[in-house]
């Protein structure tokens, strides 16, 4: 930030031209002069000097608040930046949905420990567009969710396709619907649950809606929607009400043990390709290994799969 307004900033904060001079280490005279200068480049008289001290102009408070939005500012950018040069002291950076954490990456980040026991590793769990935003600003080497259709494809990832699942509902035991074959009109009555909402800065990369029949469904349901980023916060609003979730198939034996069955729909569902996104050019060989061990786990996912 500019120096003139860094001391400007320190003048009215103690209130004192000495006291501000000696706190920025710099003379008296030369901070009065250069407080000077600030206020003939903006063409205000920005401090007024009264006996209990000095105090800002109406103009000064309101650069005053501006430089100190401005040093908060650049203070979270310095902290973003000692968070990402961590980051990338870590081998191997991973990102997963919920689904590809229980049912893969979970068990693979074991191997991979247990095999690679030097390497460091950070694990970071969202939905598919927030992942992929991160990819793309090269925060992730590799992220597994599945397969978003309709996507502005951007040069840099790829997806590599790992297996196919189902798109599913469930809610709880005790719901109306519970228990007995529906149409899918039926559950237009109750609100749905998302457990893995997209933030809006990310729709932008989904280019045709037409081709992505999830997300035709995620904004053609008008029923008012419960959100949450957290899959346990979801689990308790779906058995404390008749909500309804749109999920995968691989929870089905996993939400069973909680009291949430998966609904009986009569029409055929929706199905997904789940994989991994990677760097198109210069994939990590940890990257290369952790895939590995996740295609090693391909025959332990139909235990996952219970119709």
Same mark, same amino acid.
């Given at each position: !930030?500019?120096?003139?307004?860094?001391?400007?900033?320190?003048?009215v904060?103690?209130?004192?031209i000495?006291a501000?001079?000696?706190?920025?280490?710099?003379?008296?005279?030369?901070?009065?002069?250069? /407080?000077?200068?600030?206020?003939?480049? /903006?063409?205000?008289?920005?401090l007024?000097?009264?006996?209990?001290?000095?105090?800002?102009?109406?103009?000064?408070?309101?650069?005053?608040?501006?430089?100190?939005?401005?040093?908060?500012?650049?203070?979270?950018? !310095?902290?973003?930046?000692?968070?990402?040069?961590?980051?990338?002291?870590?081998?191997?950076?991973?990102?997963?949905?919920?689904?590809?954490?229980?049912?893969? *990456?979970?068990?693979?980040?074991?191997?991979?420990?247990?095999?690679? &026991?030097?390497?460091?590793?950070?694990?970071?769990?969202?939905?598919?567009?927030?992942?992929?935003?991160?990819?793309?600003?090269?925060?992730?080497d590799?992220?597994?969710g599945?397969? /978003?259709?309709? $996507?502005?494809k951007?040069?840099?990832?790829?997806? /590599?396709? $790992?297996?196919?699942?189902?798109?599913?509902?469930?809610?709880?035991?005790?719901?109306?619907?519970?228990?007995? &074959?529906?149409a899918?009109?039926? !559950?237009?009555a109750?609100?749905?649950?998302?457990?893995?909402?997209h933030?809006?800065?990310?729709?932008?990369?989904?280019?045709?809606?037409?081709?992505?029949?999830?997300?035709?469904?995620?904004?053609?349901?008008?029923?008012?929607? *419960?959100?949450?980023?957290?899959?346990? *916060?979801?689990?308790?609003?779906?058995?404390?009400?008749?909500?309804? $979730?749109?999920?995968?198939?691989?929870?089905?034996? $996993?939400?069973?043990?909680?009291?949430?069955?998966?609904?009986? *729909?009569?029409?055929p569902?929706?199905?997904?390709?789940?994989?991994?996104?990677?760097?198109?050019?210069?994939?990590?060989?940890?990257?290369?290994?952790?895939?590995?061990?996740?295609?090693?786990?391909?025959?332990?996912?139909?235990?996952?799969?219970?119709?």
């Amino acid at each position: !930030m500019d120096r003139h307004l860094q001391q400007f900033k320190k003048v009215v904060e103690v209130g004192s031209i000495n006291a501000a001079a000696e706190a920025l280490y710099i003379s008296q005279p030369t901070l009065t002069q250069n /407080i000077k200068k600030l206020e003939e480049r /903006i063409g205000s008289k920005l401090l007024n000097r009264t006996p209990q001290g000095i105090t800002p102009t109406a103009y000064g408070e309101v650069l005053y608040d501006h430089v100190r939005a401005m040093d908060n500012t650049y203070q979270q950018a !310095m902290e973003k930046i000692k968070i990402l040069k961590h980051k990338k002291s870590f081998a191997l950076q991973i990102g997963s949905g919920f689904v590809c954490w229980e049912v893969c *990456v979970k068990d693979s980040l074991k191997r991979f420990q247990k095999r690679q &026991p030097d390497a460091s590793v950070h694990i970071e769990i969202g939905n598919n567009l927030y992942l992929y935003d991160r990819a793309l600003s090269g925060h992730l080497d590799l992220f597994f969710g599945h397969q /978003i259709l309709g $996507l502005d494809k951007k040069p840099g990832v790829k997806f /590599i396709p $790992l297996w196919k699942t189902t798109h599913c509902y469930f809610a709880r035991n005790e719901h109306p619907l519970a228990g007995k &074959p529906i149409a899918y009109e039926e !559950m237009a009555a109750y609100p749905w649950l998302e457990v893995s909402h997209h933030d809006s800065r990310y729709l932008a990369y989904i280019k045709s809606v037409e081709e992505n029949p999830l997300e035709q469904e995620r904004r053609n349901h008008d029923i008012a929607r *419960v959100s949450t980023n957290s899959m346990s *916060v979801g689990l308790e609003l779906l058995l404390e009400e008749d909500l309804i $979730l749109p999920f995968v198939s691989e929870y089905t034996q $996993l939400l069973s043990t909680k009291g949430v069955s998966k609904l009986d *729909v009569q029409e055929p569902a929706i199905e997904e390709q789940v994989g991994v996104y990677v760097p198109e050019d210069n994939i990590k060989q940890e990257a290369l290994d952790f895939i590995a061990y996740v295609q090693e786990s391909t025959i332990p996912f139909d235990k996952f799969r219970q119709a």
